[in-house]
């Protein structure tokens, strides 16, 4: 910015004011606009002050299945970003690096950053945990959700973020992530974890009666062990399923105890 700079009149720029500006800048060039999962270009929002971290989500505890989650996307770090790309080989675009990773741990998502979006279970800022979705919107012409990353704790997003930049991990909550974050979801919990109110009471069964579940068309483990308010590895494991089965309607599945 020609010019810029402490305006000794007092009819200016201030010190710290200067000082805000700079640091903004510098963040939207060290990090990058993401190019969203459509590959697009979009165009870069105004420049916005960082939030305090109090102020974003207190820090979670890691559970076992986070861990090993963030393991597998992290083992993708350097990844190149490839527009429509959905495995290693290929290279990943945002909602293509979320999907393969989940598939990984053997939890299906839908394929786009929009359908994603609309899964699983809303979360609040202040019970964000590690694993779960966040979701930004980048377009200046759309509040829609057009780019995704996993929460990887410590005010920290794993994402693909655009062509020319690799899977990267950057801060969540700042820019230039503060002004387009939209929405967080949980679409895999253990128990214990899920947010406040939001999973149903499990099903009554008599206490000599196994409880089973028949598969409906449309059906994913996620949405399955969320009717039945429980942990979809808890219900892969007690059917002998991994993340290679793909479920078939009319197909019973073993409800495991809560």
Not at 209 to 235: E, F, H, M, N, T
Request: aromatic share 8%; hydrophobic share 40%.
């Amino acid at each position: 910015m020609r010019g810029a700079g402490v305006d000794p009149s007092g009819s200016g720029w201030s010190a710290p004011r200067f000082l805000g500006v700079v640091l903004s800048l510098l963040s939207v060039l060290l990090v990058g606009w993401p190019a969203g999962c459509g590959g697009k270009r979009v165009t870069a929002p105004p420049a916005s002050r960082a939030s305090k971290p109090d102020e974003i989500v207190a820090e979670p505890a890691f559970s076992d299945w986070a861990e090993r989650l963030l393991s597998t996307a992290r083992a993708q770090l350097g990844r190149a970003y490839r527009w429509g790309g959905d495995s290693p080989q290929r290279g990943f675009d945002c909602s293509g690096f979320v999907q393969w990773v989940f598939a990984q741990h053997g939890i299906e998502l839908p394929r786009s950053s929009t359908d994603q979006a609309g899964i699983g279970i809303s979360v609040s800022r202040k019970e964000i945990q590690p694993g779960d979705l966040l979701f930004y919107a980048f377009s200046s012409r759309s509040s829609q959700p057009d780019h995704v990353g996993i929460y990887a704790g410590k005010g920290e997003l794993i994402h693909s973020p655009r062509t020319g930049r690799g899977i990267s991990v950057d801060p969540a909550f700042r820019p230039p992530f503060s002004r387009r974050f939209v929405a967080a979801r949980r679409v895999a919990w253990v128990p214990g974890s899920e947010p406040s109110g939001a999973a149903p009471a499990p099903a009554q069964a008599s206490e000599d009666q196994p409880r089973y579940y028949v598969v409906k068309k449309g059906d994913y483990v996620w949405r399955i062990a969320r009717k039945l308010g429980i942990s979809p590895l808890a219900l892969l494991e007690a059917n002998g399923l991994s993340m290679e089965d793909i479920l078939q309607v009319g197909q019973r599945l073993l409800i495991p105890e809560p």
